[in-house]
């Protein structure tokens, strides 16, 4: 083990420097897909929880409007 990261540790060290600045694009193309990917689990959360309100309260205010218009 200790073998093959000393094997990737002097293949980094060998990269040229295109190869570098490659490396540190993909890594902040991958850092801003998570960012995105996590604000639409946060988008869909908030969503999911409005609609789940907007249910309760029709739920819980047409019975009992109902129960008013009927009762006078």
């Known amino acids: 083990m200790a073998q093959k990261n000393k094997q990737s540790n002097k293949q980094i060290k060998n ?6 600045a490659e490396r540190v694009k993909a890594a902040q193309e991958r850092e801003r897909r ?24 029709l ?4 019975p009992t409007m109902a129960l008013t218009v009927l009762s006078q």
Do not use: M, N, P, S
Request: glycine content about 6%; overall charge positive.
């Open 59 to 62: 739920a819980l205010g047409i």
């Open 15 to 20: 990269l040229t420097r295109a190869e570098k």
């Open 34 to 57: 998570e960012r995105e990917r996590r604000a639409r689990g946060e988008r869909t959360k908030k969503i999911f929880t409005v609609v789940v309100c907007v249910i309760l309260i």
